[in-house]
């Protein structure tokens, strides 16, 4: 175990140095406000102060850890080596930054709760971020903090050898549309008709009755595959189904439909199925309490995954509700338009509740990249490179690596060409760590 000393253990001390000294670096550790108790351990330790006891491993603290509620912080980004980070720790620092601040800056999203510019849908964007304003969006800080401290660590022990991590996927499956013109009822496929009738849409309406007349398999059904590739690998897929009511942002099936329930169910066989928050439902507990409920009814057994309708956020109420509901992890977090790590790790951390200071047992799940921030590189040997230099990042810290891709993406539309060949190279990308 490692012993932290520090004048005052609070809630924030203790949840940041979990994060990065037992769920990173897989060491345990303890803390002590007492001298006494610190000289008398014999295990490895540190201190974590203004000013070092002694000659021990000391990392000198910014206020952060220290404070309560928000503040407009004064954040200064330096180089160090290949990567940057920030609030500089002085001369008798062991570590150059107090990369434990500078950790749960990231982590907790304390930039999200500061007045922020938003996109048309109420979302953070990448730009209003510190990690895109000062270029390190691309690497997993956090973990690469991580193991500096390690490094150090291990040279006033070196006797102690660590656990080492391997790395890992997680792909995430979203479904916000299982078919494109299947199960839609008489009313939508009219309507339908008639929007491809004025925009000229005419081959689109010939697949529509092509589909609807069983002459062909319906564009979005690529769950046949899915399942194929699920059974190849030995990770888990997670597939978040829509089950929210049709709305102006949410358009999937009637979840009382038979053939959407036995779809689910299919599904659910091989891979675990995680609910789809509907845009509503992120602002109304009581809606998100009967999505789950329904989704729960489906699968036959209790929801522990949440994804939300556009990727939106709104913290902390969005993860309060979670939390209230009791539903263990969560995989909105990320950008839709930009490929990185908007927490600056690639290592699950639980949400941490800076209103409440508190840590609740909430797993939060970044995604990293998400197949709409690849359509902006044209050529599939462009979208396979940038696939394939983030995979190195998080393969370089043994880190998860957490792709979003959708039904939709796996289909014949010339739009998602080749992405099939992208989500290979993900799934054999641990194959080859």
Known sequence: MLLVYTHKI???????????????LGIPVGFTSKIEEFIAHDGLKMSYAKQPLAKELFVRSHD??????????????????????????GDKSHLPYDIFSASFYLLSRYEEYLPHVQDNYGRFIA??????????????????????????????????????RSYQIKPIIDV??????????IMRTIGGTLFDLG??????????????FGLKKDPYNTFSYIINRQKQSGNKFIVFFLIGSYSTYDKNINIQKKNFI??????????????????????????????KKIIEDVINTPLESSRHSFSKINIPESY?????????ED????????????????????????????????????FHVIDSALLKHNSLLDKKQTLKEVINEVKKVNGTFTPVFHNYTFSDEPKWEGFKDLFNIIIDSQNEA
């Open 64 to 89: 952060l850890l220290h404070e309560q509620g928000l503040a407009f912080l004064t954040i200064n980004v330096h180089d160090w080596g290949d990567t940057k980070c920030f609030f500089t720790a």
């Open 199 to 212: 925009r000229l849409k005419f081959r689109r309406l010939y697949e529509r009755y092509s589909v609807l």
């Open 127 to 164: 730009e209003e971020s510190l990690a895109y304003k000062h270029g390190f969006l691309q690497q997993p800080v956090v973990d690469i903090w991580a193991n500096r401290f390690l490094t150090v660590l291990r040279s006033f022990y070196p006797d102690f050898v660590p656990v080492k």
């Open 331 to 366: 995989y909105t977090m990320g950008y839709i338009d930009t490929i990185g790590f908007r927490a600056g790790t690639c290592t699950p951390f639980l949400f941490y509740d800076i209103d409440f200071e508190s840590q609740t047992p909430l797993l939060l799940n970044t």
């Open 10 to 24: 609070t809630p924030r001390v203790k949840y940041t140095f979990k994060q990065i000294c037992t769920r990173i």
């Open 176 to 185: 916000p549309m299982a078919y494109d013109y299947k199960q839609k009822g």
């Open 262 to 291: 036995s779809l689910i169910k299919s599904v659910a066989d091989y891979c675990k199925v995680g609910l789809k928050v509907s845009f509503f439902a992120l602002e109304s507990l009581e809606l998100l309490k009967e999505e």
């Open 320 to 328: 309060r509700n979670l939390v209230e509901l009791e539903i263990k």
